[in-house]
C-alpha cells in the first residue's frame, strides 16, 4: 500500500465533499465574488510527516478542474513549524469549498505518519518492524494504512479476508491451536499466511508444533517476549502486541521479536497541526 490511486480515492473524496459542502457553501457565495481568483499556501504549524496530499489534488479536481495544486514537499517528508508544504491556484470560491475537506484529509493522515514515524525511529537498529492494526476509522482504513507506509511503518493485514488469524475464542471454539490451524490449512489456498496467537509461554510448544507461520504474544511482559522469542528460535515469525506504549516499544524491539503491531498509531494519532491560507489574486 505504497500509493493512492485515483479508483482508490475518489469514491472517499466525493463522500467527504458530500458531507461538508451537501446543497453548497451559503458563506463563500455569498461573500465572494465569482470572478477572483487566488493563491492558497498550506503551511506546517507543528513538527511532523506528511502523508495525503494527493487527497488535495483529488478535493479540488472534483471541486473545480481549474484549481492547479502544487504539492511543495513530498508524502513521508519530515516537515517543520514555517515549512510550506503546498500551493494552489485558481477561483477563490473553488479554493474555499475545498479548504477544509483537503485540510482535514492531510492532518488525519500526517498525523499517523508522524505517529508511526516516532515508533519506527524509536526500534531504530532493531530488526523489528512496526506494523499497524485494523483498529482504523470505518471507511478510511485504505488511507490510514497508506499513512502508516508513509512514515515508514509497515501494513498488517487490510481485513479478514487476508490471512488467517487465530485468536483466544477462535481456540476455544476449535478445541485448541492444532485443531485451529490444521482446520485452517485445509480451508485456504497456499498464498495465505495463519497467525496463532497466545497469551502464556505454556502455548508455545502447541504452536510451534501446529505449524503457525506467525506467533503473536499477546500483552506480555518485556521478560516473557525474551523467553518466547528464545524458544521459538526462529521457527516462525514473531509478533508482539499489546501494552506496547512509545515508552516501551524499543525494549519490545529489543527482545528480537520481528513484528510490533500498534493500534495508537491509527486510533489515537493527534492530526498534525496544518493551517491553509488563501489570498486574492490582484489584477
Same mark, same amino acid.
Given at each position: 500500500m505504497s500509493t493512492l490511486t485515483p479508483f482508490l480515492i475518489d469514491k472517499l473524496v466525493e463522500g467527504a465533499l458530500r458531507e461538508d459542502v451537501g446543497r453548497g457553501d451559503l458563506t463563500t @457565495?455569498? &461573500?465572494?465574488?465569482? =470572478?477572483?481568483?487566488?493563491?492558497?499556501?498550506? @503551511?506546517?504549524k507543528a513538527e511532523g510527516v506528511i502523508a495525503g496530499l494527493d487527497l488535495v489534488r483529488a478535493v479540488y479536481r472534483h471541486v473545480d478542474p481549474e484549481v492547479a495544486v502544487q504539492p511543495l514537499v513530498n508524502d513521508g517528508d519530515r516537515v517543520r513549524p514555517g515549512d510550506r508544504v503546498l500551493e494552489a491556484r485558481g477561483p477563490a470560491r473553488s479554493l474555499l469549498i475545498g479548504?477544509?475537506?483537503?485540510? $482535514?484529509?492531510?492532518q488525519r493522515l500526517s498525523g499517523i505518519a508522524t505517529a508511526t514515524r516516532r515508533a519506527v525511529d524509536a526500534v531504530a537498529g532493531t530488526k523489528a518492524r512496526i506494523v499497524d492494526t485494523r483498529k482504523t476509522t470505518p471507511g478510511l482504513r485504505i488511507l490510514e494504512k497508506y499513512a502508516v507506509r508513509a512514515g515508514g511503518g509497515h501494513n498488517h493485514r487490510f481485513g479478514l479476508d487476508d490471512a488467517v488469524m487465530i485468536k483466544e475464542n477462535h481456540i476455544a471454539v476449535a478445541g485448541g491451536i492444532i485443531p485451529a490451524v490444521e482446520a485452517a490449512r485445509r480451508a485456504i489456498g497456499h498464498m495465505?499466511?495463519?497467525?496463532?496467537?497466545?497469551?502464556?509461554?505454556?502455548?508455545?510448544?502447541?504452536?510451534?508444533?501446529?505449524?503457525? =507461520? &506467525?506467533?503473536?504474544?499477546? $500483552?506480555?511482559?518485556?521478560?516473557?517476549?525474551?523467553?518466547? &522469542?528464545?524458544?521459538?528460535?526462529?521457527?516462525?515469525?514473531?509478533?508482539?502486541?499489546?501494552?506496547?506504549?512509545?515508552?516501551?516499544?524499543?525494549?519490545?524491539?529489543? @527482545?528480537?521479536? =520481528? &513484528?510490533?503491531?500498534?493500534?495508537?498509531? @491509527?486510533?489515537?494519532a493527534p492530526a498534525l497541526d496544518l493551517s491553509l491560507l488563501i489570498h486574492p489574486i490582484l489584477p
Open positions: @457565495t455569498a &461573500v465572494v465574488p465569482q =470572478d477572483i481568483d487566488a493563491h492558497a499556501v498550506m @503551511t506546517a479548504e477544509r475537506v483537503a485540510l $482535514n484529509f492531510v495465505h499466511k495463519i497467525e496463532v496467537e497466545i497469551a502464556s509461554l505454556d502455548q508455545i510448544d502447541e504452536a510451534i508444533a501446529s505449524g503457525a =507461520d &506467525v506467533i503473536l504474544l499477546d $500483552n506480555m511482559s518485556i521478560e516473557q517476549m525474551r523467553e518466547a &522469542v528464545e524458544r521459538i528460535g526462529g521457527r516462525a515469525i514473531v509478533e508482539a502486541s499489546g501494552g506496547i506504549r512509545p515508552d516501551n516499544v524499543r525494549a519490545v524491539a529489543e @527482545t528480537g521479536v =520481528d &513484528v510490533i503491531s500498534l493500534g495508537w498509531i @491509527t486510533h489515537s
